[in-house]
């Protein structure tokens, strides 16, 4: 029985080896189901047991992802496959060590069943760096996934068949061994003649079937799930996209700090061409040093200096957001996170190389200043330095140059020039997504000058532009803006909606840059709280483990555990206080009775209870001689049943004192010893005498 399971647990592992690039997974549980083979006496069935299973498979499924990394986009799941897969077969190979009741069969097959459905899903043939295979067919995902699916099939009816016990024919009419052995090989081979037959078809007219169901499986993609691209393309000339207006309340990042981070640079510009903004080309890697944890490194930014005293805030992005770069304040000192390489270019743009998304980044500044620009430090700023901040496309000077006068006229320093372009932007003109611009006209002019209305990104470039006419050196900023909070106390939260622009100014006065918001408040990300209750839960458990794995990631294994706790103390304090306290203590109060009962002390077993399970045993013993068991989960019910049908020798006496025995052991009140005494030397004598 235990061969059959391991059988059955390993075809799916046999098909990730393939189709998931994932051959280790297969040896890690060949070895395991081989030493279940080989003991032959299995754990007791308990909840401890089930318990470590569970907490088996947990702990197996983190550390192999993070030693052994797979990509699951490999397969069309709405759940991450390298998590689930692991975490199922480590399921059925620990079940394979506990006692082969239907249950636990069960759930031998459920997981393998399941695991090998997740091979279904994939999505392109294997193109592998692990398990390389170059030989047709083995080279096409049809022809895997049928084979393992044919082999284990061949395992699966005989275990589902103990699984689900039907009643057995008398052996009287019971067909002969051979020719019972000739009827099981017609059907194993009918049944791999017809899946090989189906793969051979698949594979023959794929591209026909492919193409059927491609408007479906785009469908289900485009319901399950976005992904949110920050990149650095800047086209003035075209409107906000309806996706980002329709899924604006997408959570793109999570952060935890004491207070909210405010304005999160992502990218900076400098040169402006026909609605176009154009990023430095140069960009130099940063020092870097390895963390304390281990995994991680620390990048810091040349001339600046944070001590231990400083603000640490730390960034987790949403699996579905993808960004070239980090989002980051712009007082940032130093970076950590688990990357080959960081780049910087001297306005501040973070680009890592090789970055491990999932162990997230923190950073690492003198104080948290929500409106703060990015003033590198690594020599002064010259006029040379500040030239590419001051150029101005020659057919906009003039038309902007007339506008300036009017805005910076008796403006003497350069902080009362960036409160007058402020003031000037939100006084005259409407936020307004998807204002149609005229054509054949640059957009800034067009914003200024007809639509009097636009999006921030419309703001940001005419505030840049016109400082810029008048000798204000300045710069355009993307990023996001994140203020709202979340339901854990020192995180919060930005969404695809908090996307914005902005502008920063150089004060040649103080000699420093800063920030420049020329958008109006109805257009700011002013951190909203958009989460309802339900919502609140569930993403204070996806922050949680977030935040734990992120830590077991960068190797700060006491700190995970730390924060586990923690978030499970702020989540129960969240639940009993400021949560939906009005059920939670009605639930408790009930899970208490419950428990008490549960837990009450049960009365030791009577001597007439002990009596009749010694005779009991008895006749189980004498049952045992004619190769008739009783199985740990039979009930007597199912046990005389059992006997019935095996048809064993004096069948009917020994079904009449099982019987007899059930009529005593569950009657209303406790037989009398006269009467237990006298079964007992009925059923002796009957045991002697056969």
Not at 663 to 671: E, K, M
Request: aromatic residues 10%; charged residues 20%; contains cysteine.
């Amino acid at each position: 029985m235990t061969f059959l399971c391991a059988w059955v647990l390993l075809c799916p592992c046999g098909a990730y080896a393939f189709l998931g690039d994932a051959p280790l997974i297969g040896v890690i549980a060949a070895g395991v189901l081989l030493l279940s083979t080989i003991i032959r006496r299995p754990i007791a069935l308990t909840a401890r047991t089930v318990v470590y299973s569970l907490t088996i498979a947990s702990v197996g499924t983190v550390i192999l992802d993070l030693l052994y990394p797979v990509d699951g986009d490999r397969f069309f799941m709405p759940l991450p496959t390298e998590i689930v897969f692991p975490f199922l077969i480590t399921i059925g190979v620990c079940a394979t060590f506990l006692p082969q009741t239907p249950q636990v069969l069960g759930t031998i097959l459920t997981c393998s069943v399941c695991g090998l459905m997740i091979q279904g899903s994939c999505l392109n043939d294997p193109v592998n760096v692990r398990m390389v295979v170059e030989t047709p067919p083995w080279t096409s995902r049809f022809f895997v996934f049928g084979i393992f699916l044919a082999v284990q099939m061949a395992a699966f009816l005989p275990l589902l068949n103990n699984a689900m016990p039907l009643a057995r024919r008398p052996p009287s009419k019971r067909p002969r061994w051979a020719w019972r052995l000739a009827v099981w090989s017609f059907s194993s081979a009918l049944l791999a003649a017809l899946v090989v037959a189906n793969c051979m078809l698949i594979v023959k007219y794929y591209r026909l079937v492919e193409a059927a169901a491609d408007p479906f499986v785009q469908m289900l993609i485009g319901q399950r799930s976005r992904t949110v691209v920050f990149t650095g393309n800047v086209d003035l000339n075209r409107t906000i996209s309806s996706d980002v207006t329709e899924h604006e309340k997408r959570i793109v990042l999570r952060v935890r700090s004491e207070q909210a981070p405010g304005y999160l640079r992502g990218f900076c510009y400098h040169a402006y061409s026909e609605g176009r903004w154009a990023l430095a080309d140069s960009a130099s890697p940063l020092a870097s040093s390895i963390s304390v944890g281990g995994a991680s490194r620390t990048f810091r930014h040349p001339g600046v200096d944070v001590d231990d005293g400083g603000a640490r805030i730390d960034i987790f992005p949403s699996g579905d957001f993808r960004s070239d770069a980090l989002l980051a304040t712009g007082n940032t000192a130093s970076v950590e996170l688990i990357a080959a390489a960081l780049l910087a270019n001297h306005e501040g743009v973070l680009q890592p190389r090789e970055w491990e998304e999932k162990g997230g980044y923190s950073l690492n500044a003198p104080a948290i200043e929500q409106r703060a620009a990015f003033n590198g430090a690594a020599r002064p700023v010259s006029e040379r330095d500040l030239q590419p901040y001051l150029r101005v496309p020659e057919l906009l000077r003039q038309p902007l140059q007339q506008k300036a006068e009017r805005i910076f006229a008796g403006a003497e320093t350069g902080l009362d020039q960036v409160r007058r372009i402020e003031s000037y932007m939100t006084s005259n003109f409407d936020y307004q997504p998807g204002v149609q611009l005229p054509a054949g006209q640059d957009p800034v002019i067009g914003f200024l000058d007809t639509a009097k209305a636009g999006h921030c990104e419309l703001f940001a470039s005419a505030a840049v532009l016109l400082l810029r006419t008048h000798g204000v050196p300045s710069r355009y900023v993307t990023g996001f803006v994140c203020l709202e909070a979340h339901p854990l106390d020192r995180h919060w939260i930005a969404r695809t909606g908090d996307c914005h622009a902005w502008a920063e100014a150089y004060l040649r006065d103080e000699g420093r840059w800063v920030l420049v918001e020329p958008t109006p408040a109805s257009g700011i990300p002013l951190g909203t709280d958009r989460t309802g209750v339900w919502d609140a839960v569930s993403e204070s458990f996806r922050t949680l483990w977030t935040d734990v794995f992120a830590n077991i990631k960068r190797g700060y294994f006491a700190t995970a555990i730390i924060a586990s706790l923690g978030g499970l103390g702020r989540g129960i304090s969240w639940v009993f206080w400021y949560g939906p306290w009005y059920v939670a203590w009605p639930l408790l109060v009930v899970a208490v009775i419950l428990l008490r009962r549960w837990r009450r002390p049960r009365r030791p077993k009577d001597a007439w209870v002990r009596e009749l399970q010694r005779v009991r045993s008895r006749l189980e013993h004498f049952m045992a001689r004619h190769h008739v068991h009783r199985q740990p989960w039979m009930t007597i019910g199912d046990f005389i049943r059992r006997i019935d049908d095996a048809k064993v020798p004096y069948g009917s006496e020994l079904t009449a004192l099982l019987t007899e025995y059930e009529a005593l052991r569950y009657a209303p009140s406790p037989p009398s010893l006269e009467t237990i005494d006298s079964y007992a030397r009925r059923v002796a004598a009957w045991v002697s005498g056969h």
